[in-house]
């Protein structure tokens, strides 16, 4: 009973902080626009937005000088009136699709696109291709030798007790 | 069939170590610039202080093969890159420009200069990064070599080596002065 408390206790001495807890941001509230609406949709595209300098980090998560640049820049343009889409070629523009953290599609983006359902079909294919093959290898048509296999048989079968008696 | 099947995993292995070996000597912090084969974004920067003359993009777009390298006083690879950057602007024949990226202090890029020399034919001050990012610059130093009509045809990202100097930069820059 004792031992039941301290698991139940540890587990919420874990799971409260963790879940009460705010994620750190990276932006600072002196960036932040004013507008609600465009600080949400600059927030929006900067998750799209992949720090060069940390390169798995969003630029939305990253405290890299650059990052806080790139954040200032993407508000920038949306308070001038563009809208998400143009920010993003703004952006792409100068240093390439290598920044959406999301890959386009395009044909030079088509393998890597379908490389996962290919995968998937291949898998499938095998593993029907397996038990397909158990299947047969099971039946009984296969349980039963053929006149040649048992002929076959019987000859090393006598070979081998002779074998043994020599 | 059995046989195939049993290929299948050695053709997978050369095939993954095909990809690997091609890829062993490749920095993924490195991004292939888009800005290769484009012209140079537009820009016109203020002199350090206590010089006369800034940087802009007509100074790029004068008819001559030339390099502008992105420094900054607060950036170790440049410091370690400086004397090559000095070597380039004796041995490549071109004009060498310099960006001063996001300095702190305006004095601190004139100080680094008056420090370790000065091989630039001119400087631009950019204080807010923003001409950094309109030539995709995302770590110093970075060198560019821009054809005489302001097309940026090559860049190097990180400091420029003993290697990077005489087998890249040196030969390309003069591959278009032709």
Partial sequence: MTRRFTVLFSTLAILIPVLVSNPALAVNPDEMLSNPVLEERAREISKELRCLVCQNQSIDDSDAELARDLRVLVRERLVAGDDNEEVIDYIVARYGDYVLLNPPLKPETYILWASPVVLVVLALLAVFAFYRRKSRDGSPASESLSADEQARLDELLGTSENDGKN | ?178
Avoid at chain 2, 30 to 54: C, H, T, W
Avoid at chain 2, 88 to 112: A, C, I, M, Q, T
Avoid at chain 2, 147 to 154: A, S, V
């Fill in chain 2, 1 to 178: 069939m059995r046989f195939s099947l049993a290929v299948i995993p050695l053709i997978l292995f050369v095939a993954l170590a095909g990809v690997f070996l091609l890829n062993i000597d490749k920095d993924s912090s490195v991004v292939p610039s888009v800005l290769i084969d484009k012209p140079a974004p537009e820009f016109s920067l203020p002199p350090l202080p206590g010089r006369d003359a800034g940087l802009s993009r007509a100074d790029l777009t004068t008819g001559n093969v030339s390099v502008l390298n992105v420094f900054a006083s607060w950036c170790i690879p440049c410091r370690a890159e400086h004397p090559l950057i000095k070597r380039l602007s004796r041995e490549g024949g071109v004009p060498v420009f310099g960006l001063n990226y996001k300095e702190k202090n305006p004095e601190d890029g004139v100080k680094w200069l008056a420090e370790l020399g000065d091989p630039y034919k001119a400087v631009g001050m950019d204080l807010s990064g923003r001409t950094g990012i309109d030539f995709g610059v995302y770590g110093v130093p970075e060198t560019f070599i821009i054809d005489g009509t302001g097309q940026i045809k090559y860049k190097h990202v990180g400091p420029v080596t003993v290697e990077v100097l005489e087998q890249i930069l040196l030969p390309k820059i003069a591959e278009l002065k032709g």
